[in-house]
């Protein structure tokens, strides 16, 4: 069966420092990869999605980046965190056509 | 893609069933109804989805009205671990089309 992890669980990082978040997903082949953003007590805000290796779209100018080098893995990036990058960030994937969209479990950021 | 609209929260009494409404009056003949929920701290979890027809599932019922502007999402017989807010979604696809609103916030009482 099909899964997805994200790691870390949890991450505080200060101001100014950079940010890797990884994303793999098993069990499927060529899947369509999201990168989401909830900040506290609000909706999930798209941040990057990619439809294979290499091809990224970005729906918010920010100071993120993602990044696609396999085919079920996302990274999610910054050089230098601010205080507004603080927020749960979550990954998902789906296979096309009217397939669900899984999530998983997230990463929740803090930046102090 | 059109938008949607969904009380903000609702309750609903243990082992009675919890109907969840969502408005979606621009609502394409592509696009389809998508529901998902999300317990705290958690990533949202897919539900059920539906183009016109009734659906179900061992989750959940979702009931489209025939004009297709508005629909229920039924859990038939809501425990605790229900409690969660939950995501009403219309899209004719995926990517950016695929936007999560504020949801419902539905509270199980016991």
């Known amino acids: 069966s099909q899964t997805i992890h994200q790691w870390p669980a949890t991450l505080v990082q200060p101001v100014g420092s950079p940010l890797s978040l990884e994303c793999t997903v098993e069990?499927?082949?060529?899947?369509?990869l999201y990168w989401y953003r909830q900040a506290a007590g609000r909706g999930l805000q798209l941040l990057f999605y990619s439809v294979g290796i290499g091809q990224i779209s970005s729906e918010v100018p920010q100071n993120l980046s993602a990044s696609r080098p396999q085919d079920r893995q996302f990274i999610l990036s910054s050089k230098k965190l601010l205080l507004s990058d603080s927020g749960f960030y979550l990954c998902?994937?789906?296979?096309?056509?009217?397939?669900?969209?899984?999530f998983g479990n997230g990463t929740r950021l803090t930046v102090t | 893609d059109a938008k949607t609209t969904q009380p903000t929260s609702m309750d609903c009494a243990e082992g009675r069933a919890a109907n969840l409404p969502c408005n979606h009056s621009?609502?394409?003949?592509?696009?389809?109804v998508y529901w998902y929920r999300q317990i705290h701290s958690q990533g949202p979890q897919y539900i059920i989805h539906?183009?016109?027809n009734n659906e179900t599932n061992e989750m959940a019922s979702l009931i489209i009205t025939e004009d297709r502007k508005s629909s229920t999402l039924i859990l038939p017989h809501a425990t605790l671990r229900d409690t969660a807010v939950y995501y009403c979604i219309v899209s004719g696809n995926y990517g950016q089309n695929f936007v999560f609103g504020p949801g419902t916030r539905l509270s199980v009482l016991p």
């Open positions: 539906g183009l016109k």
């Open positions: 998902a994937w789906e296979t096309g056509g009217r397939s669900p969209l899984h």
């Open positions: 621009t609502i394409s003949g592509n696009e389809y």
């Open positions: 069990g499927t082949s060529n899947p369509n």
